[in-house]
């Protein structure tokens, strides 16, 4: 049974050559055949120039990496080619969440207003505030990017908006996001309307701070990256991992800017390797870290899908439940989807961003998926 075709997303690989000695001649997995198949197939027929996959399953781990990052360039991504993952950065944002809760630092309930300073009488709808569950199930009612003038540009999709973007974000810090957040107006009861937000996950993200007492990229390391041994899964690069991270191509195959935040880098500025992916695919399909198993649970039901901490959820007769998260940046999109039913973890992801890569890159990992299931 194919897999729902669920996609909303903003601005928003898979090939390979089988290398197969004569004597004595090598076999390769059917996984790996099947990863290389769909990547030969995806970077035929579109812009994508380039492309990496990891997929996990039973235990066992499978890697690909296709194409060539700089068009004529000839350099093949590899395991340490640092991506930016874009929005499913706000699946580690819903793990810290769930970690929050068991530690006993927050609570789903807890008026949001509780842990920011000074007074935000807007943050309610009739004498109903906005609650940690709100914001973790996009329901806060909240706009999706603050400053708000973010939300007219994303309504005409063209080569320059990622330049428009940046210039906004590279200037716009913390104290300009709270002064913003109090001239919002919530127009109706929080906790019953979706509506899909990066401003909701960077105050998610500044609730940890006051709750911990810990700045959010210290929480990550502590609680997920570090503590695995993701060592290149960051916010902030250093120089070294800075030389690594892939160039991004945007709709016109046009180099487009990296994404830049002075805020909390919750909604969509992580950075992670292939290696990095994989091991979090395992830590999402095992029992290891207690945040991420309890990310999840069920926290919003609608009439055709579910909400976890930020981690889309659905299901289906033939595949049980499963998760998946799309991010997509200003030059790079990835697709991170999960099975625990079949014990399947997969991570697609490319340096190429236009209107039909994420419809494109779902495809390829949906036919690897109905192949190796």
């Given amino acids: ?38 990547a030969d197939s995806l970077l035929m027929d579109s812009m994508i120039h380039s492309a990496s996959i990891v997929v996990y399953k ?12 700089d068009p004529g360039k000839g350099n093949k991504p590899n395991d340490q080619t640092i991506y930016e993952i874009a929005s499913v950065s706000k699946t580690f944002a819903g793990a810290l969440a769930a970690q929050g809760v068991i530690d006993g630092k927050i609570s789903l309930d807890d008026d949001i207003r509780d842990y920011l300073k000074g007074d ?15 914001l973790l199930t996009h329901t806060s009612r909240l706009p999706r990017f603050l400053p708000v003038s973010m939300n007219d540009l994303m ?42 937000s990066n401003a909701d996950t960077e105050l998610m ?23 695995a041994g993701m060592r290149d899964t960051k916010i902030a690069l250093n120089d070294e991992q800075k030389r690594r991270l892939a160039n991004g191509y945007g709709m016109t195959s046009k180099l487009t800017p990296h994404m830049e935040s ?7 500025n992580m950075k992670s390797t292939t290696a990095d992916l994989l091991t979090y695919i395992k830590l999402q399909l095992g029992t290891e870290n ?18 976890g901490y930020y981690w889309p959820i659905d299901e289906s007769p033939e595949d049980g439940v499963y998760y998946r998260h799309h991010g997509g940046a200003f030059g790079m999109q990835n697709w991170f989807f999960i099975a625990p039913k079949y014990n399947i973890g997969i991570s697609i992801i490319t340096n190429q961003s236009d209107m039909e890569t994420g419809n494109k890159l779902w495809d390829t990992m949906n036919g690897i998926f109905e192949e190796i299931k």
């Fill in 1 to 38: 049974m194919k897999l729902s075709h669920l996609f909303l997303l903003t601005i928003l690989s898979i090939f390979g050559c089988k290398n197969t000695a004569k004597q004595p001649e090598t076999t390769k997995e059917p996984i790996q055949l099947s990863m290389d198949s769909y």
């Fill in 58 to 69: 039973d235990g066992e781990e499978y890697t690909g990496h296709y194409g060539e990052l």
């Fill in 120 to 134: 935000f009488p807007n943050l309610s709808y009739n004498e109903t505030p906005i609650r940690v569950r709100d």
């Fill in 155 to 196: 309504t005409d999709f063209n080569e320059e908006l990622p330049f428009k973007i940046h210039e906004i974000e590279k200037n716009y810090s913390k104290e300009q996001f709270f002064k913003d957040l109090r001239e919002i107006t919530i127009d109706t009861i929080p906790g019953t309307t979706y509506e899909y």
């Fill in 205 to 227: 993200a500044a609730i940890l701070e006051e709750a911990y007492g810990k700045t959010y990229e210290e929480l990550l390391d502590e609680k997920i990256c570090a503590k």
């Fill in 262 to 268: 002075r805020l909390w880098g919750a909604g969509g």
């Fill in 290 to 307: 207690e945040g991420i198993v309890k990310s999840h649970e069920v926290l919003k039901e609608w009439e055709t899908t579910k909400t």
